[in-house]
């Protein structure tokens, strides 16, 4: 069975500071990774597929990174907006557009 | 370019009654697939619909069904509604297949479902 394991569950940071969130994951075969940003009461927001180990992609101050067994996303100098619940899922390579999720991790940055 | 659409934002029903959800996908995507969202079980897949067929569908009950029409548009349906199926229900929407942008999921806001 696929499955995604995120950490931390919160992540609380100051203003500045740079962190990473992790996820962690099995899956029969992998097609792609996803990371997704979601706001309290909002559907996810897509920021990011990577399909292969070695691949990074960016966007502002994120980076997400993969390896065989697990995924990273690097935020460089949070701002208070980056607070948000993160998103990790799996997509099979059998399994058409069915994405496995993780439980999130939500971060929290402070001014 | 318009995101996902989905209709209603707010229901509240009341057990044994019967819902359905509706979802407008992105122009152009063929694919939508429907997703729960609850505090305890986080994002659970739902089922996908893909030219108007259903090919993958998730763990849960009979009493959820889904279909699409002609315009890739989806209706999702629960039936005999228990307090259990309180939740986000979260459509999303892509290509579908293919190229490898084609499985870029985009989701629209969800249909916030209250069971008294």
């Known amino acids: 069975e696929d499955q995604v394991t995120q950490s931390p569950e919160a992540l609380r940071l100051q203003e500045g500071e740079s962190s990473s969130l992790n996820c962690s994951y099995t899956?029969?075969?992998?097609?792609?990774l996803f990371w997704y940003r979601q706001d309290p009461g909002k559907g996810p927001e897509f920021l990011f597929t990577?399909?292969?180990a070695g691949e990074e992609k960016e966007k502002e101050r994120l980076k997400a990174t993969l390896t065989k067994k697990e995924s990273f996303l690097h935020i460089t100098a949070p701002k208070p907006e980056d607070s948000a619940t993160y998103l990790c899922a799996v997509q099979a390579d059998t399994g058409f557009q069915k994405l496995v999720f993780g439980t999130g991790t939500r971060l929290l940055v402070s001014p | 370019k318009a995101g996902v659409t989905q209709t209603p934002r707010y229901l509240i029903k009341t057990r044994g009654q019967q819902v359905t959800l509706s979802c407008s996908p992105i122009?152009?995507?063929?694919?939508v697939s429907w997703y729960q969202q609850t505090p305890g079980q986080g994002l659970q897949f739902l089922f996908e619909y893909f030219s108007e067929t259903q090919r993958n569908k998730g763990n849960f009950p009979g009493r959820f069904s889904g279909r699409q029409f002609s315009n890739s548009r989806s209706e999702m349906n629960v039936s005999t509604l228990e307090l259990g199926d309180s939740a986000l229900y979260l459509c999303a929407s892509s290509w579908g297949g293919g190229q490898r942008h084609y499985n870029e999921q985009f989701f629209g806001p969800g249909t916030r479902l209250t069971v008294l």
């Open positions: 990577l399909y292969s």
């Open positions: 899956v029969s075969g992998l097609r792609g």
């Open positions: 122009s152009g995507h063929r694919s």
